[in-house]
């Protein structure tokens, strides 16, 4: 199969598996030990049913999207994604460019693998920054300085990494970051030989934000405690508040009462989030989690949720369900594995497409028109 006939953003995927080695692939397609998160995130949208009307007109369909203050194109934007030029070179780049063309938010990772000065000038304007707080208070404080001379405005501050993932692909892998080219590694590059001729001639790949601290590192274990603090609490919350002139949204949120705490603290947003089943696998998919946080907050700040987004369908789900946002993650990630920026526009297609015709079989002209009873 063909990207032109890739129908579906599990066509991307499928196609994506077949040309990325073994352990790039995982890295980004995995979650946390036996992946019931990442699968319930899915099949929960999946099995939210939304019931067509018809009769209405539906010959305009408007997908255009206010949020935060700002017109986007669609009612969806790309969430943050960490070393993902480790999937297919050039990746952060490639989404960023996606992003600005199509008029949504990309939200450039702490952990990218490309600076956040260069993704502040590929997405050019439709940029936001994604913070993981570190234990050091410098490290932080410089990425934020950092951010701001690049000219971010909204920060997206992730509250779901007390403690690193425990992914098992990963650990069966033996994933270091910088990659280690153990005999198993090589053997799996050998057999995509278009990966590693392309990722041989971009460099290894790297967190490129970090990349004088994390030297010495050796696991991705490792990587993540330098970058990610467990001692990240309510109070740091409030004083990243007050640092933090811009919009700034709280991602990771699954419990109704820490949404309200955001709203209590001035955050502008949060987003209902398991890290794409990353994290844990024991909690509850997002769309599970949704209508509460919605019902709690009862319109005092603006919901985005993100993790299983795999068709059009579900960013209407999201909405009927409370969400005035929706990302979607890996769904665009599978894109660019499948075919670089072809393959990122064709999953961009594909989505738009999906949620154009949702829309009108849902009797809806545009994604605010999506009734809130599902
Ligand atoms: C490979 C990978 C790396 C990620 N890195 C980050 C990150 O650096 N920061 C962050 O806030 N979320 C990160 N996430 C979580 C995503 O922002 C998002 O919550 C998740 O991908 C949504 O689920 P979906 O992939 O099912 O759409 C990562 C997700 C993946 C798959």
Redesign the pocket.
Known sequence: MGLDRAASIDDLRSLAKRRIPRFAFD??DGGAENERNLRR?SEAFEELELTPRYMRDVSRIETGTRFLGQDYALPFGM??????NAFWPEADVTLARLCKRENIPYVA???ASTTLEKLAEAADGNGWF?L?VSGDDDVTEGLIARAEAAGYEVMVV?ADVPAAGKRDRDIRNQLAVPFRFTPEVVLQCAMNPRWALTSLSHGTPNIANYADLLKSATSYADVQKTLITARFTWEDLKKLRARWKGKLLV?GILHPKDAVKCADLGCDGIIV?N??G?QVAFGPPTIEALPGIAQALAGRIPVAI????RRGADVLRAKASGADFV?????LAYGVGAGGADGAQRAMDILNLELVRALGQLGAASFEDVASKV
């Open positions: 890295l980004v995130n969430a943050p994604i960490g070393m993902l990772s702490s952990a994604q993981y992730t991602k989030s890290h794409g990353r993100d993790s299983g987004v990302f979607a993650g890996r769904a």
